[in-house]
């Protein structure tokens, strides 16, 4: 078992829908969650970050992490043409240098 | 003004040829890293440096070997490249253990032929 898992998708949504995209480790050490952007011939731009449990908010994305359950969830709402790109989401423990990756899940959105 | 840059941003050549990937950084990050995504997108880290000092060496070939001159840079020397170390490698930095995310550049792809 890896321990970051990401559904690669790919994912296809029209314009205006609300995404969900998930992964789920095995790792209870993690406490530092981020979420990246990645467009094509890009590298990953920091979206979000977030320590331990809990929901945070920045514009139309939402993050989420259930500890317990070792599963994080990014939401985005009205999700436009110019989200479409590849999430990846990642994690560390203790704040220590070492983030691990998920496979990173492939959005498009169509207008 | 480029906040972490690589350089060459592609690179094409040939097996048994050595090679180096170039990487600064001007957001004054005390770490910095070097990291391998395959054809899949997986970002796999190779190496991470703290203010010079290597503090994180996954199980990556002695071919590869990592240089730093100094906090800002961390070069990436390539020895006797193979025809699957084609990948792109992607420099990266954070601050205080990168809890708060990490800083990418553009990254390298290398074909190797």
């Known amino acids: 078992q890896k321990e970051v898992e990401q559904d690669p998708g790919p994912l296809s949504v029209p314009e205006g829908a609300i995404v969900s995209l998930n992964c789920t480790y095995s790792?209870?050490?993690?406490?530092?969650f981020m979420w990246y952007r990645q467009y094509s011939r890009k590298g990953p731009e920091l979206l979000m970050y977030?320590?331990?449990?809990g929901n945070k908010e920045d514009g139309r994305f939402t993050a989420q992490v259930d500890k317990s359950s070792k599963y994080i969830s990014l939401f985005i709402r009205d999700s436009q043409p110019s989200d479409s790109a590849t999430y990846l989401c990642a994690m560390s423990a203790n704040n220590n240098n070492d983030m691990r990756f998920g496979a990173g899940t492939r959005l498009t959105v169509k207008p | 003004d480029t906040a972490v840059s690589q350089t060459p941003k592609y690179l094409v050549t040939q097996m048994g040829n050595d090679k180096s990937i170039k990487c600064e950084q001007n957001l004054g990050h005390d770490t910095m890293y070097w990291y391998k995504q395959d054809s899949k997108k997986f970002l796999k880290i190779m190496f991470s440096?703290?203010?010079?000092?290597?503090?994180i060496n996954e199980t990556v070939p002695n071919r590869f070997s990592p240089k730093s001159p100094d906090k800002a840079h961390l070069n990436l020397h390539i020895n006797s490249l193979e025809l699957g170390d084609s990948a792109v490698y992607f420099c990266a930095s954070s601050q205080e253990g990168g809890g708060r995310g990490y800083t990418f550049g553009s990254g390298t792809r290398l074909t190797v032929v």
């Open positions: 790792n209870s050490a993690f406490q530092y």
């Open positions: 440096y703290n203010n010079k000092e290597l503090i």
């Open positions: 977030t320590y331990s449990s």
